[in-house]
T-cell receptor, first 110, second 113 residues
Framework: KNEVEQSPQNLTAQEGEFITINCSYS?????LHWLQQHPGGGIVSLFM???GKKKHGRLIATINIQEKHSSLHITASHPRDSAVYIC????????????FGKGTRLHILP | DAGITQSPRHKVTETGTPVTLRCHQT?????MYWYRQDPGHGLRLIHY???????DKGEVSDGYSVSRSKTEDFLLTLESATSSQTSVYFC????????????FGPGTRLLVL
């Protein structure tokens, strides 16, 4: 079983829809990251969370430490949001160890 | 982008040949990482470095070696490339200012024939 599981693997939605991508993990963590990888391949860090909720523009990330679950939400989705979204966790007491989910491929149709 | 560059950006080589990928950073970050990304897998750590001449293995280190003779450069070497090493390779640094954030280079696409 993978230590970091994302769902869904693929998601296609219409422009304007509210998007939710989920990440569950089975290990103790010190932080969780959401990353965005565009079709060109570049990887950008969106959020780092250790508790609660963060918001940046139309993106919202939440984490529930007790349930070992995080969600990434996109409000008023736009075709330019089309990308692969990757969840990654930093293991507790292992600053050097990050485990990545396999990613969720999001396609927003105009 | 935290001043990270990778070279080459694309490479095609043949099985059995040596290949070296270079990661260069301009902001004096201590931690540097090499990952590979393959379909059906998340990013997987190959090797990492926590300072000049200080390196350690990641989860998929077999067939790879690294060197860090100066802060700004972290080299990944495939001593004898195999087709299973066809992948996209990403270098990353851990921000000195924000220790929790990793910044990624643009990636190197390697094809081993």
């Amino acid at each position: 079983k993978n230590e970091v599981e994302q769902s869904p693997q693929n998601l296609t939605a219409q422009e304007g829809e509210f998007i939710t991508i989920n990440c569950s993990y089975s290990v103790g963590i010190s932080a969780l990251h959401w990353l965005q990888q565009h079709p060109g391949g570049g990887i950008v860090s969106l959020f780092m969370l250790s508790s609660g909720k963060k918001k940046h523009g139309r993106l919202i990330a939440t984490i529930n430490i007790q349930e070992k679950h995080s969600s990434l939400h996109i409000t008023a989705s736009h075709p330019r949001d089309s990308a692969v979204y990757i969840c990654a966790v930093r293991l507790m007491n292992r600053d050097d160890k990050i485990i990545f989910g396999k990613g969720t491929r999001l396609h927003i149709l105009p | 982008d935290a001043g990270i560059t990778q070279s080459p950006r694309h490479k095609v080589t043949e099985t059995g040949t040596p290949v070296t990928l270079r990661c260069h950073q301009t902001e004096n970050h201590r931690y540097m990482y090499w990952y590979r990304q393959d379909p059906g897998h998340g990013l997987r750590l190959i090797h990492y470095s926590y300072g000049v001449k200080d390196t350690d293995k990641g989860e998929v280190s077999d067939g790879y070696s690294v060197s860090r003779s100066k802060t700004e450069d972290f080299l990944l070497t495939l001593e004898s490339a195999t087709s299973s090493q066809t992948s996209v390779y990403f270098c990353a640094i851990k921000s000195s200012a924000n220790q929790e954030t990793q910044y990624f280079g643009p990636g190197t696409r390697l094809l081993v024939l």
